[in-house]
């Protein structure tokens, strides 16, 4: 039986977690299994400048960070109270 600290982890670790760009021109995940994956739309590297497209990049990871961080909130509340 496991305890609720390595049940928090364990959904922690197979929640799939998503961010995208401002403009939408990246987006960036990982599913369950723990594979990441980022996608930049086709005429991204054509219709952005270097600096636009790094801007991109870092908001789609914030994005996705910030996603980490609610469903990480969501389990230690449910399982927090528990150890």
């Known amino acids: ?6 049940q928090f ?4 670790e197979a929640s799939p977690i998503s961010g995208r760009s401002p403009d939408g021109w990246v987006q960036v995940g990982r599913d369950r299994h723990g594979e ?3 996608r930049i739309e086709p005429g991204a590297f054509r219709s ?5 497209l790094t ?22 509340q449910r399982w927090g109270g528990a150890w």
């Open 36 to 38: 990441i994956s980022v």
């Open 55 to 76: 801007d991109e990049i870092r908001g789609a990871l914030t994005a996705a960070v910030a996603d980490y961080s609610r469903i990480s909130d969501r389990l230690f």
């Open 1 to 6: 039986m496991t305890g609720p600290i390595e």
């Open 9 to 12: 982890r364990t959904e922690l």
């Open 48 to 52: 952005l400048s270097h600096r636009q």
